[in-house]
């Protein structure tokens, strides 16, 4: 009798320790794709500042046309005459 209750024990025991390593081995599966999502948010983050960063400069540049215009209009030139009088060059 006492050897039919350690073998359910036993049994009861491994049973136990499956199940361990399987909730073991599913904990790790949702740690690796909870990094994933992380270093996915983080580039999601480093796009936005990229997408800011070039509105602000796009902003930039159309202001300095606007002033390259206005000073064009005055002098009665093209905007490249005084790009080149300046001493610089329209890359856009």
């Given at each position: 009798m006492?050897?039919?209750?350690?073998?359910?024990?036993?049994?009861?025991?491994?049973?136990?320790r499956e199940k361990y390593l399987a909730r073991k081995a599913q904990f790790e599966e949702?740690?690796?794709n909870s990094n994933l999502y992380h270093d996915e948010c983080?580039?999601?983050?480093?796009q936005k500042s990229h997408i800011e960063q070039l509105k602000e400069y796009n902003e930039?540049?159309?202001?300095?046309?606007?002033l390259l215009q206005l000073?064009?209009?005055d002098k009665k030139c093209k905007i490249q005459?005084?790009?080149?009088?300046?001493?610089?060059e329209l890359k856009d």
């Open positions: 006492e050897d039919t209750v350690l073998t359910s024990k036993k049994a009861y025991l491994e049973e136990c949702l740690r690796s983080q580039h999601i983050d480093v930039l540049r159309d202001i300095g046309l606007r000073v064009a209009d005459d005084v790009v080149e009088e300046m001493g610089y």
